[in-house]
């Protein structure tokens, strides 16, 4: 394979050893979208790799970066978790399912108004035995979640506060060990499409095409954030996983362009546009596969555009990077 940056091969067996919890225990699957490719005309393959399918509460792409970020929490002692996200975070479900089967406290910040009768995430983070506290707005959870921590602390606790997404140099590192599941599926697409927030999932694509010596082209789909602003925060994490593996940051920053649709974005986080709601119904009743109208709706939305406008030539291969989400189509 081709060697795009110095040290992949050892940054690769640094990566193997690194701990993670077994969330994921074999590949999730990839298949081929062939309804939907004909409905709209046929075009490039199309197929999906399918991390909703994670069968570990309820999968998506958080499993694969709580996998590694947990597992060093609990190796420098941590005994309780605290994270944050909106009322319906998919991240915030994930973390509540990795402290129950640790046997952890898990307290979770969220900005937003408490339900009267829980629905999707939310109901999930109460069956799951998290404790919700809610906050009015964004800005509010970094100070929420700092106060939990220090009450954790006074009670004895070691508590590890997630950032959002878990998306960390440590975490993306789950997505880099998912593009070697993807190489030994099968060929690597020559393009990736996928919903792009929190920058972690990626980081990790681009630092694992970088480093199996992939060109896959990688594109992330904004569901909020300016394309500039999502791309800083990739800069910044790749970096961040060149110290972890070894290797050098910038080199793997610079690998591979970074990519952010944000045209995709309509309304605004969470709300439905008329192209996602098309996506969404298309990929239903083509395909039986559910997108939510906050992620992966939009993502695929991006790339049903693309075919159609010909930005895709005909004879490739676009994979699209199925983050989960499907939670949220109840709330």
């Known amino acids: 394979m081709p060697d795009f940056i110095p040290g992949a091969r050892d940054a690769l067996e640094r990566l193997r050893a690194l701990p993670a919890l077994p969330l994921i225990t074999e590949p999730t699957p990839i298949q081929e979208m062939t309804r939907l490719r004909s409905a709209l005309g046929g075009g490039p393959r199309l197929v999906v790799k399918r991390d909703d399918a994670i069968p570990f509460g309820f999968g998506g792409n958080k499993v694969r970066k709580l996998a590694y970020v947990v597992a060093g929490a609990v190796a420098s002692g941590a ?3 605290v994270t944050s996200g909106g009322v319906q975070s998919n991240h915030a479900r994930v ?3 990795v402290a129950a089967t640790l046997g952890m ?3 979770i910040v969220a900005n937003g108004v408490r339900q009267e009768r829980p629905t999707a995430n939310a109901f999930l983070d109460v069956l799951l035995g998290a ?5 009015g707005s964004r800005e509010a959870r970094a ?3 700092e106060d939990v921590a220090a009450e954790l602390r006074l009670q004895g606790r070691t508590p590890v506060a997630i950032p959002l997404g878990a ?3 440590l975490g993306a590192l789950g997505f880099v060990r998912a593009v070697g599941e993807m190489l030994e599926q099968g060929p690597a697409p020559d393009v990736i499409v996928h919903a792009s927030s929190s920058a972690g999932t990626q980081a990790g694509l681009l630092a694992g095409c970088a480093l199996h010596g992939v060109p896959t082209r990688v594109i992330g789909v904004s569901p909020d954030d300016p394309s500039a602003s999502i791309a800083g925060r990739i800069r910044e994490v790749l970096r961040g996983m060149g110290s972890l593996l070894g290797i050098d940051g910038a080199a793997l920053a610079a690998a591979q362009p970074i990519v952010v649709d944000d ?3 309509g309304g605004g986080y969470g709300v439905p546009s008329d192209a996602s709601r098309e996506a969404q119904r298309l990929a239903a009743q083509r395909e039986a596969m559910f997108v939510d109208n906050t992620y992966t709706a939009k993502a695929l939305a991006a790339l049903i555009a693309s075919v159609r406008s010909g930005r895709i ?5 676009v994979m699209f990077w199925h983050t989960g989400g499907q939670v949220g189509i109840f709330a």
């Open 79 to 81: 005994d309780a978790l």
């Open 95 to 97: 973390t509540a399912a």
């Open 105 to 107: 406290p898990c307290v």
């Open 131 to 135: 404790e919700v506290r809610y906050v």
């Open 143 to 145: 100070a929420a979640v």
């Open 167 to 169: 998306s960390t140099p």
């Open 263 to 265: 045209t995709f974005i």
């Open 313 to 317: 030539p005909r004879d490739a291969t």
